[in-house]
């Protein structure tokens, strides 16, 4: 079971931008969908973007145009880029690797957005 690492979480004020890293311990070109998800206080956890090995990219609707999610086979990590955060987007973030249910999970970074 591959094991991923969660890095750039942290506060951020409204309007402003964040970048989250995610680095396997395994190569990644083989895992066919890898994905952002997050879970906001008191709430389930809820995907944010995916992206398959092959470059296509899933957003959910209240993220679209926002935020971009990347992977780079060579140095086995996955990013999200994300602009114009809304204290709605404040959350712990989750990379995942081979899908919800039976995938592997990073221990989370946490986002806060806040003035």
């Known amino acids: 079971q591959v094991q991923l690492v969660e890095s750039g979480g942290g506060l951020v004020q409204p309007g402003g931008p964040l970048t989250l890293s995610c680095t396997s311990s395994?190569?990644?070109?083989?895992?066919?969908?890898m994905g952002w998800y997050r879970q906001p206080q008191g709430k389930q956890r809820e995907m944010v973007a995916q992206?398959?090995?092959?470059?296509?990219?899933v957003y959910a609707d209240s993220v679209k145009g926002r935020f971009t999610i990347s992977r780079d086979h060579a140095r086995n990590t996955m990013s999200l880029q994300m602009n114009n955060l809304i204290p709605e987007d404040t959350a712990v973030y989750y990379c995942?690797?081979?899908?919800?249910?039976?995938?592997?999970w990073g221990q989370g970074t946490l986002v806060t957005v806040s003035s």
């Open positions: 995942n690797a081979g899908g919800m249910t039976e995938g592997s």
């Open positions: 395994r190569r990644i070109f083989r895992i066919v969908n």
């Open positions: 992206i398959s090995n092959g470059g296509r990219t």
